[in-house]
């Protein structure tokens, strides 16, 4: 799992720059990420995103940087949903809205009722606002625009044993069958070919999954459960609106054991009726590890179902009013935040 750069480790990796128009942003992963920026202006907060880095690339985004000021900025940014294992965060604890594609906006935290997202920035104070790094555990560094041309040709289904940031023989095929497949004339550079790879990857893997949608005329919250290794983990939420679907994993699904939990939040909660299998849960965003002792460890405890049968790799649950209890008046505990694709 990609490390989220906190305050305690942005010492090593954030590092100061000459003045510069905008603060520069690079992206040592092997992961596009897309990256939003806040900071103060007047006694407004301003929140703007997304800007896109292919791994490997710097760019300079967001507002002057005046190196005699005090005031921070903030950071959260998030992989391309092109990957198989789903999307990644940098994040850290300072809750802003954020918008699903290009936006800016002020920095309320009152984001549902304005179609937003409440997500996590970390803070980039003195010097360090001049120049942020985003890194993952394998710390790639120099290496990291191989090393994502490589997760990018394994997310779009090409034999891509190892990420390692080296470019062999085996690459060297990938690419050659890409471009073949693709129907491109040529091998373009690398960033056409990022690009290129992203977009057949993307169109490869919505189409896998667990894809949940809303057939009811009230908006719906939802949260998984499934064992990981010898740990089962539960989490949510992901919000769906009346009509709508998500999808909840972007994996390829080869069996149905996944759980799910869903409620109805409308004027009255609507938990979810028939699951059959325990798992603990909370009412905002939350990961939980192991299915037992929920109350002393601070989770409420529910119901799950267990997914449709995959098809093609791809699960999809529809929530209907009789997958709900009746509306009847109940302690509000509105799951709040939102969610994420894994």
Do not use: K
Request: with cysteine.
């Amino acid at each position: 799992m990609i490390r989220v750069l906190l305050a305690a480790a942005l010492a090593a990796f954030l590092l100061p720059l000459a003045r510069a128009e905008g603060a520069e942003l690079c992206n040592e992963t092997s992961y596009i990420a897309q990256a939003a920026l806040a900071w103060r202006e007047d006694n407004r907060i301003l929140v703007e995103g997304w800007t896109r880095l292919r791994p490997g690339e710097c760019v300079e985004t967001g507002p002057e940087i005046d190196p005699d000021s005090d005031d921070p900025l903030l950071l959260y940014a998030r992989s391309s949903a092109a990957y198989l294992e789903g999307v990644r965060e940098w994040r850290g604890p300072i809750n802003l809205c954020v918008g699903p594609s290009d936006f800016a906006v002020e920095g309320i935290t009152d984001c549902e009722p304005l179609g937003l997202e409440r997500r996590g920035f970390m803070l980039l104070e003195g010097e360090h606002r001049q120049r942020a790094v985003l890194i993952e555990p394998a710390d790639f560094g120099d290496r990291a625009q191989e090393a994502g041309t490589q997760r990018l040709l394994q997310a779009a289904g090409y034999d891509i044993r190892s990420i390692d940031g080296v470019e062999g023989q085996r690459t060297y095929r990938a690419i050659a069958n890409f471009v073949r497949d693709a129907g491109l004339p040529r091998t373009p550079d690398r960033a056409e070919l990022i690009d290129a790879i992203e977009a057949a990857a993307i169109n490869r893997n919505t189409r896998l999954g667990l894809r949940v949608c809303n057939d009811t005329e009230e908006r719906a919250a939802i949260a998984i459960a499934r064992q990981r290794g010898d740990i089962w983990e539960s989490r949510g939420w992901w919000r769906l609106e009346p009509g709508s679907c998500t999808r909840a994993i972007a994996a390829r699904l080869t069996s149905t054991d996944i759980w799910f939990y869903a409620e109805l939040l409308g004027e009255t909660r609507r938990p979810l009726v028939g699951g059959t299998e325990s798992f603990c849960y909370a009412p905002s965003r939350f990961t939980a590890e192991g299915r037992a002792d929920c109350a002393s460890r601070g989770y409420a405890t529910a119901g799950f179902a267990r997914i449709a049968e995959p098809v093609e790799g791809l699960s999809t649950v529809t929530l209907t009013n009789a997958n709900f209890t009746p509306a009847v008046e109940m302690p509000d505990h509105t799951p709040a935040g939102g969610g994420e694709t894994e």
